[in-house]
């Protein structure tokens, strides 16, 4: 069956600009999550989702990231104002359920802010 | 917090060679442990995973073993091809439900080239 997918694959923007990142999770798949990978930092956890609500923000590095999910499936990230170090690539992953411990992961959107 | 720990890279290995990729954590409790792999152009797959103490997780050639007493989870192939390529991440599950418990913590990565 299909994947997680994310789009676009790739994304350059200017600085100060914003800009919106989509994952489509498995069908079914009622968790969600975002992780980020950059060269400085490796993976981070970002945000998840259990349906459409996101019990835990924490990982979110400033008030310019917010996230989104609508219908128990798509979620959006998006970033305001973005700036250089905002440039990663970011990953989108889903599970049967929160408890569940197989996240299954998207081929991620690489950001780059010129 | 919880933390995970894998020898830096590149390693690059001749084709047929052994592989063992170190992999040590920090974590409250009892924690699940995974390796995912990453091929170039692709995203994060799931390698193997183990849930408690002295299982062994396997797949395609690979194992891992948890090992409690050392927090260790060390990644190891017989024989490796070039097909096996990759980044390699180490990562762990908190077995705390709460906060965490959701999230996986990651290692930096190896990544592995063979060649022929």
């Known amino acids: 069956g299909a994947g997680v997918s994310q789009s676009p694959s790739n994304k350059v923007t200017e600085k100060g600009k914003d800009v919106e990142l989509r994952c489509d999770p498995i069908?079914?798949?009622?968790?969600l999550y975002w992780y980020r990978q950059s060269l400085g930092q490796g993976l981070e956890f970002l945000i998840y989702f259990q349906g459409n609500s996101a019990p835990d923000k924490s990982g979110l590095p400033s008030d310019r990231f917010s996230a989104e999910r609508t219908g128990g499936s798509v979620s959006t990230l998006t970033i305001q104002r973005t700036q250089q170090e905002d440039s990663a690539v970011y990953l989108c992953?889903?599970?049967?359920?929160?408890?569940?411990?197989?996240?299954?992961f998207g081929p991620g959107t690489r950001l780059t802010v010129t | 917090g919880n933390s995970v720990t894998q020898m830096e890279g590149p390693v690059t290995l001749s084709e047929e060679a052994f592989l063992t990729i170190n992999c040590t954590y920090t974590a409250t409790g009892y924690p699940s442990l995974f390796w995912y792999v990453q091929y170039p152009g692709e995203g994060l797959q799931l390698l193997l995973k183990a849930t408690k103490a002295d299982d062994k997780g396997s797949n395609k050639g690979f194992e891992a073993t948890y090992r409690k007493e050392t927090t260790s989870f060390h990644l190891e192939k017989g024989s490796v091809q070039v097909s096996d390529s990759a980044v390699y991440f180490c990562?762990?599950?908190?077995?705390?439900?709460?906060?965490?418990?959701?999230?996986?913590?990651f290692g930096k990565g190896t990544k592995l080239s063979v060649i022929p």
């Open positions: 992953a889903s599970s049967l359920q929160w408890e569940s411990n197989e996240q299954y």
């Open positions: 990562a762990l599950i908190s077995s705390y439900s709460g906060a965490g418990s959701y999230q996986l913590t």
């Open positions: 069908s079914g798949h009622t968790a």
